[in-house]
C-alpha cells in the first residue's frame, strides 16, 4: 500500500498518540492474553539441545542443573542461598515453616492475591486473617494494623503483579507488633523497592516458575532464597523429605524439589531475565502512554511514576467502570484479558468463611481486569490493544 494511501485511510484520532511510532490504522489481530506456545518457539533448537543433554545424562532429581540454577539464581539477587522448589506454593509453606509459624498462630495477608497465599497459611496449621488493599492492587497496611493481634504471628506482603508493597510500612508494622515478615513475592522476582529486592525483606522469600509468571519453566516450579544458612540448611531438609547432606532424616518434610529439566530450561531463561524484564517495562510504557486519561479507567502507575519502586509487571491490572463491557469489546476485537482469581477476592469465596477486612478490594472486584504484557508481544500489537481501548472509551 503507498503511502498516499494510508494516509487516505487514516481516521481521525480525538487524542494524540504521545508513544509516537504506531501508525494510526491497525489491522485486525488477535492477541490473547498470553502466547504458551510462543514461549518454546522464541528459542525452540536451544530448549531441544539443552533437555536432550539433561535426558541422555539420566540427570532427573537432584543434579547438577539444578545446583547451577540454584547458584546462578541467588547471585543475580544478591542472597545467600536459592533453593529449587516444586512450585511457588511449596516456597510459602517452607518459609512459613522456617518463621516458625504454626497451629494457633494468625497470619495477615491481603484479600486481593492468589488463593495459594492463604492456602498455604492454613497447610502450616495457622489461620489466615485478609486485609484490604489499595488502588495500586497493593496490601492497604494500615488495614492490615487494624487485624493485629495477641496471636498475630506473620505478615505476608504479597509483591502482587511485580510491584511491591509499601514495605517502609510493612516493616514499621511488623516492628510495632513483633510479627515475621513472610513475602509471597511469586509475582515478582526482580521488582526492587528502594533498591533491595522483592523476596529480601522477611525471614524468606519465594518465587513461583509457573509458565506465564515472569520467569516460566515448561510446568510447575518454584524457589525459596533465604540468607541465614542454618535456614538454608532447614529449607533443603524441608524439600527433600526430611533429609540432611548426611542422608538421614533429621524432621519431617515433604518432597518439594525442583526438577532437574525444569532447572536447565531455568538456567537458559534466567541469562536473558534482564532483557525479557525491560521488555515488559517497555510495553507498560506504552500502555501508560496511551491509556493514562481515559475516563473512567484506572491504569497501574508507570514504570518510571515511582523513584522508590522497581516494577517488574508480571501483569498490568486495571479498573474499569464499565468493566464487563470493555472486555466483551476487545474480546469482539481478538483481544484477550483476564480477571485475577476469577472475579473473586479470597474473602468472597463464602465456603473458606475467612475473617476480611476488605472494603475497597471487595469494590474493586466489580472493576479489576488485566491487560496482555508479556515479551512476546510485539509493540504494534500493544498499540493494537491501545486502539481498541481508545475506540471503547470514544464509543
Ligand atoms: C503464582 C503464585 C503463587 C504460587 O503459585 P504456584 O502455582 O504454586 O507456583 C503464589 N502466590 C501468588 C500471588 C502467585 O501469583
Known amino acids: 500500500m503507498s503511502e498516499a494511501l494510508v494516509a487516505q485511510t487514516r481516521p481521525e484520532r480525538t487524542r494524540p498518540d504521545r508513544a509516537g511510532a504506531a501508525p494510526a490504522t491497525r489491522r485486525r489481530r488477535e492477541v490473547p492474553f498470553f502466547n504458551y506456545p510462543a514461549l ?23 543434579q547438577r542443573d539444578l545446583a547451577d540454577f540454584e547458584t546462578e539464581l541467588a547471585a543475580w539477587l544478591g542472597v545467600r542461598h536459592a533453593i529449587g522448589l516444586a512450585d511457588g506454593t511449596v516456597a510459602l509453606k517452607i518459609a512459613l515453616r522456617l518463621a516458625g509459624v504454626g497451629p494457633g498462630y494468625e497470619v495477615i495477608l491481603p484479600s486481593h492475591t492468589f488463593i495459594a497465599t492463604a492456602a498455604a497459611v492454613h497447610d502450616v496449621g495457622a489461620e489466615p486473617v485478609l486485609c484490604d ?57 526482580g521488582a526492587r523497592y528502594r533498591g533491595r529486592h522483592a523476596g529480601t525483606f522477611g525471614v524468606a522469600g519465594s518465587f513461583s516458575f509457573y509458565p506465564a509468571k515472569t520467569l516460566g519453566c515448561f ?24 533429609r540432611g547432606a548426611d542422608g538421614l532424616v533429621h524432621r519431617f518434610g515433604v518432597n518439594g524439589r525442583l526438577d532437574n529439566v525444569q532447572a536447565a ?47 517488574v509487571f508480571q501483569n498490568y491490572e486495571v479498573q474499569s467502570d464499565r468493566r464487563d463491557a470493555l472486555r466483551a469489546f476487545l474480546a469482539d476485537k481478538g483481544v484477550g484479558t ?58
Not at 40 to 62: N, W
Open 133 to 189: 488493599c489499595g488502588p495500586d492492587s497493593m496490601m492497604d497496611v494500615e488495614s492490615a494494623r487494624a487485624l493485629v493481634t495477641a496471636n498475630t504471628a506473620a505478615i505476608m506482603p504479597v509483591q502482587l503483579n511485580g510491584r511491591t508493597c509499601d514495605m517502609d510500612a510493612v516493616q514499621a508494622l511488623a516492628r510495632d507488633h513483633g510479627l515475621k515478615i513472610v513475602e509471597d513475592s511469586c509475582q515478582a522476582l
Open 219 to 242: 510446568g510447575d516450579g518454584g524457589a525459596l532464597i533465604v540468607d541465614d544458612d542454618d535456614l538454608a540448611v532447614m529449607a533443603r531438609e524441608l524439600r527433600d523429605h526430611g
Open 338 to 395: 483476564i480477571v485475577q482469581w476469577g472475579g473473586c477476592m479470597i474473602h468472597q469465596f463464602k465456603d473458606l468463611g475467612l475473617r476480611a477486612r476488605a472494603p475497597y478490594a471487595e469494590a474493586m472486584s466489580a472493576r479489576y481486569m488485566m491487560l496482555p504484557l508479556h515479551p512476546m508481544l510485539s509493540d504494534d500489537d500493544v498499540h493494537y490493544v491501545c486502539d481498541q481501548v481508545e475506540a471503547f472509551h470514544r464509543g
Open 40 to 62: 518454546f518457539a522464541e528459542h525452540r533448537e536451544e530448549y531441544l539441545a539443552t533437555i536432550a543433554d539433561v535426558l541422555a545424562r539420566g540427570a532427573y532429581i537432584m
Open 265 to 311: 530450561v531455568l538456567r537458559l531463561k534466567l541469562a536473558r531475565y534482564d532483557e525479557s524484564l525491560a521488555r515488559r517495562r517497555a510495553i507498560a510504557a506504552i500502555y501508560d502512554a496511551r491509556l493514562s486519561g481515559l475516563d473512567g479507567l484506572l491504569l497501574p502507575p508507570g514504570p518510571d511514576a515511582d523513584p522508590d519502586r522497581f516494577d
